[in-house]
């Protein structure tokens, strides 16, 4: 059962993080899922124009934890234990990149997402993350 809707999650975020708050928007949300864009900007960008990599690390984990919160409601101190990124293709040049998110496993203290990144409008994706995250103790 989803906790934490769309209006929530933009809220937590702008609370929380509102050093970037603004470079990410959620598409939507569901049970264990959970889809969201990167709102490119120069700052992004590497040399040659392309979105870089720790831009696109950056919306993989924060697509895996939005996806956790939206189900455990907002903790702030899930924090990422393990990540794996693939690059597969340079995304499109001036495009949005989406991140679509799916749950694998959601456990009292740990959690594992998937993600995969795509460019918008774009059917191939241009990575594919894994990602664990531990859940802090309630109390």
């Not at 989406?98 to 918008?120: H, M, N, P, T, Y």
């Not at 409008?121 to 993350?129: E, K, S, T």
């Amino acid at each position: 059962m989803v906790k934490m809707d769309i209006a929530a999650l933009h809220g937590f975020l702008a609370q929380a993080f509102p050093q970037v708050a603004q470079d990410y928007r959620v598409e939507s949300v569901g049970e264990n899922r959970l889809v969201m864009r990167l709102l490119v900007g120069d700052r992004h960008l590497r040399p040659g124009g392309t979105v870089s990599g720790p831009a696109i690390f950056a919306l993989a984990d924060v697509a895996v934890y939005l996806a956790i919160l939206a189900m455990i409601g907002p903790q702030a101190l899930a924090v990422t234990t393990n990540a794996s990124l693939d690059f597969m293709r340079k995304p499109a040049s001036g495009q949005d990149l989406l991140a679509q998110c799916e749950l694998l496993k959601l456990g009292r203290v740990l959690a594992v997402g998937e993600v995969r990144i795509f460019s918008d409008g774009v059917p191939d994706p241009v990575a594919r993350a894994s990602l664990t995250f531990s859940i802090p103790p309630k109390g």
